[in-house]
């Protein structure tokens, strides 16, 4: 009796390792890649932060910093987006003479981003994913958003492989 209490005990040991084995294996290969794009996107927006920081026009101002991760597009890959939405009171094309020639390499060197600057009042920007919710995000505690003079500068690195994270599926 004694003996096949010592059997069953080392069964199911042996079957809780394996289980807590098993779960320990599923949980790392569903999240093994999340601190590397966490990495990536850190490395992304500080790029972005050096390679703009001497373009900005003189009379503009940081109002808030952008940066954003996820698959935003309809296959399984990651994109990031690093920006900043900035105030000026120079007329838009200075503005965006400004960036015009801004060189911003991708987090991983490989190749340049071009840039873009979108004023607040212009287009359909906002209207549009990912960037519909930057304006509740980045100005939600500052109330009303005023237009005038504001601008989003930013830029975007896609189609980067997923590598099993689920923030990309």
């Known amino acids: ?10 069964i ?8 807590f084995c098993l779960i320990a294996w599923l949980v790392f290969i569903s999240t093994w890649s ?3 794009h966490q990495l990536n996107t850190y490395l992304f927006q500080r790029q972005f932060r050096d390679a703009m920081r ?4 003189a009379q ?8 954003e991760f996820g698959n935003f597009g309809n296959s399984n890959h990651c994109d990031y987006f690093a920006g900043e939405f900035r ?10 003479n400004a960036y015009r020639n801004a060189p911003n390499l991708s987090f991983d060197g490989s190749n340049y981003l071009p840039v873009d600057v ?7 920007l906002f209207d549009r994913w990912p960037w519909s919710g ?6 939600g505690h500052r109330g009303a958003v005023s237009a005038e003079g504001r601008y989003v500068v930013f830029a975007m690195s896609s189609m980067h492989s997923h590598a099993g994270d689920f923030r990309c599926w």
């Open 1 to 10: 009796m004694k003996r096949t209490r010592n059997i069953f005990k080392n």
């Open 12 to 19: 199911f040991a042996v079957f809780g390792v394996v289980v």
């Open 34 to 36: 999340i601190p590397s």
């Open 54 to 57: 001497p373009l900005h026009p």
């Open 60 to 67: 503009s101002m940081l109002i808030a910093e952008a940066v």
């Open 87 to 96: 105030s000026s009171s120079l007329a838009r094309e200075e503005v965006k």
């Open 118 to 124: 979108y004023f607040l009042d212009e287009g359909d």
């Open 134 to 139: 930057w304006l509740e995000k980045y100005f």
